[in-house]
């Protein structure tokens, strides 16, 4: 087993990247995000819309980088190099030209700026990490920052996502832990066959109840738009599929499917059954409570500690 601890720049660009596209899950972004979000020209973020569409929403794409991680391609220049020679290999059998040159220009002209601010604060954050130095450790830290991941009996690590996935922790490999200045959340994570990779935001702490987990932050943000109210409001009729949806709210596909997907992170929606390629999500009621009462605990419960 390897464990890789430090930061991988190219591996923070791209959860930018993914982040920027997915807005609707990722909102509100933290400080450097807002930055990049905001520097980022129309015709780039179109390229960007472009590319997640054959690349799993960028998902492809840090999965290549995972590999390239692990193989011991770190710097941005051994990856453009690599890429560039042959952008099929992050970006799929429709890579084109531009795609390498994109992602080029975006760390050139802009994370490679905005990186260069937090040296210190990335490398004092790599240090924190360090001091955990078995797989046992490492998860245990993980697990005291984010809610997202669960240890369950028999030694099972359970990752808050949709669908939903468990891994044991003999299963896991390899893992990669750095931290990250783009990341919106106080832990992101992937994976790549038995690699696991986790960024861990600057500011991130361990959870108290002081401070907002990540679960709860996405459960608000679930319920922080008209639209998504509305929708949810529809779900309470019937099952509906995403061109059903989007048919009933007036607005195009591409916006509902990333709705759908900010109410599977929080399991407010479950698959009721598929016809054809259409998949239809039902309402589920009880975690819809569940995220009430966790935010309503939030404001009131008392801190005893």
């Known amino acids: 087993m390897k464990i890789k601890i430090g930061y991988y720049p190219m591996l923070d660009m791209a959860l930018a990247i993914r982040q920027i596209y997915s807005v609707e899950r990722f909102k509100p972004f933290c400080i450097s995000l807002e930055w990049l979000d905001s520097r980022l020209s129309k015709e780039e973020k179109d390229k960007i819309n472009t590319i997640a569409a054959s690349t799993h929403d960028w998902l492809d794409v840090i999965k290549k980088m995972i590999d390239m991680t692990m193989e011991g391609i ?7 190099i690599k890429v560039s020679k042959n952008p099929e290999y992050i970006f799929g059998l429709n890579a084109k030209n531009y795609m390498s040159e994109m992602l080029s220009d975006i ?3 802009h994370c490679f700026v905005e990186m260069s601010k937090y040296s210190k604060q990335i490398s004092s954050k790599a240090m924190e990490i360090s ?4 797989k046992e450790e490492l998860l245990d830290y993980i697990l005291g920052l984010s809610d997202r991941i669960e240890r369950e009996e028999n030694n ?3 990752f808050n996502i949709k669908p939903e996935f468990k891994v044991h922790v003999d299963d896991i490999e390899n893992i990669i832990v750095m931290p990250s200045i783009f990341s919106s959340r106080n832990v992101a994570f992937w994976y790549s066959e038995k690699t696991f990779l986790f960024f861990v935001a600057l500011d991130s702490k361990p959870m108290t ?3 907002p987990s990540d679960m709860l932050l996405l459960r608000t943000l679930a319920f922080n738009d008209k639209t998504r109210l509305k929708m949810l409001r529809t779900l309470t ?3 509906l599929s995403v061109n059903d949806m989007a048919d009933k709210m ?3 596909a591409s916006t509902v499917s ?5 109410f599977k992170d929080v399991g407010f929606v479950d698959i009721q059954r598929q016809e054809g390629n259409s998949i239809y999500y039902g309402i589920n009621e009880n975690e819809i409570k569940k995220s009430m009462e966790s935010i309503y605990n939030y404001i009131f419960k008392e801190d005893k500690s």
């Open 258 to 262: 990333r709705h759908f997907k900010v």
């Open 209 to 211: 109840l002081q401070e």
């Open 131 to 134: 001091k955990r130095e078995t």
């Open 107 to 109: 760390w050139y002209n």
């Open 237 to 239: 009729q019937s099952a």
């Open 250 to 252: 007036k607005i195009n």
């Open 156 to 158: 099972i690590i359970k």
């Open 74 to 80: 770190t710097s941005p220049e051994e990856m453009f």
